[in-house]
């Protein structure tokens, strides 16, 4: 049993909502980058993020978390090994996974793989992203898109 993520049985997201992070997501700017990575240099090109319009939030309040935040994060190529800033375990439900054979992979403190795993789109995880991780496969040109949500921050809920 992996310790680095989980499937949730949680409800699929509606279509009216995801046709709406695919158009958004798609036509992202390749050279822009999440505000919240800005002093992280190597993060520059590769990662932002985009909130929903409130009408949409209140799907995802009403049927996955009362009194989470839920935004858009766009991942525009193969993430360097990180630790999510501030983050301890998060919502993830791939919209649109980039290509086939994405992995997300895990990794101890030193470094050494221990888990590859390919999240499939339209499935909610949670993912334990203060274990070092990264993505790769995701081939040039193609955008990860998805819904992530901050369950706990600095272990608090
Ligand atoms: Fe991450």
Not at 15 to 23: G, H, R, S, V
Not at 104 to 119: G, H, R, S
């Amino acid at each position: 049993m992996s310790l680095n993520y989980t499937e949730l049985l949680l409800p699929r997201i509606p279509q009216e909502i995801t046709d709406f992070i695919l158009a958004e997501g798609n036509k992202r700017d390749p050279s822009t980058y999440s505000v919240e990575r800005a002093p992280q240099d190597s993060y520059t090109d590769m990662y932002e993020w985009f909130a929903l319009p409130p009408e949409f939030i209140t799907w995802f309040r009403a049927n996955i978390s009362p009194n989470r935040y839920f935004g858009v994060q766009v991942i525009k190529k193969n993430l360097p090994i990180h630790r999510d800033y501030g983050s301890n375990v998060k919502f993830n439900y791939l919209v649109q996974a980039g290509n086939t054979g994405v992995e997300t992979v895990f990794y101890n403190d030193d470094m050494v793989e221990n888990e590859a795993i390919v999240l499939e789109e339209h499935k909610w995880y949670i993912l334990s992203v203060q274990e070092l991780h990264n993505i790769r496969g995701l081939i040039d040109g193609n955008y990860r898109l998805g819904i992530t949500s901050r369950i706990a921050k600095n272990n608090r809920i």
